[in-house]
């Protein structure tokens, strides 16, 4: 499990480069944050009970805060 977190910072690496690529730096910013706490997160090696508990706290909050986003500060 430790390998997918390691996965993940690769993907949110690339996402946050053709961010950067496009001119959305706070985007960008965004994902390369994610990419350090993914990338550290992978070598810590935890359990996999602590890995799972902690993917499934970042799909709460990264769901929640993109449904508050898109609904309460996207313009229609």
């Known amino acids: 499990m430790d390998r997918m977190f390691r ?9 946050g480069l053709m961010a950067l690529a496009g001119d959305m730096i706070p985007m960008a910013m965004l ?12 070598y810590m090696k935890l359990s996999e009970r602590t ?8 799909m709460i909050l990264s769901f929640t805060g993109f449904t508050y986003w ?7």
Do not use: D, E, N
């Not at 898109?70 to 229609?76: D, G, Q």
């Open 7 to 15: 996965v993940l910072g690769f993907w949110t690496l690339v996402i």
């Open 31 to 42: 994902f390369f944050a994610q990419t350090a706490i993914f990338v550290l997160l992978g």
């Open 51 to 58: 890995y799972i508990l902690l993917f499934w706290g970042y």
């Open 70 to 76: 898109s609904f309460f500060k996207m313009s229609i």
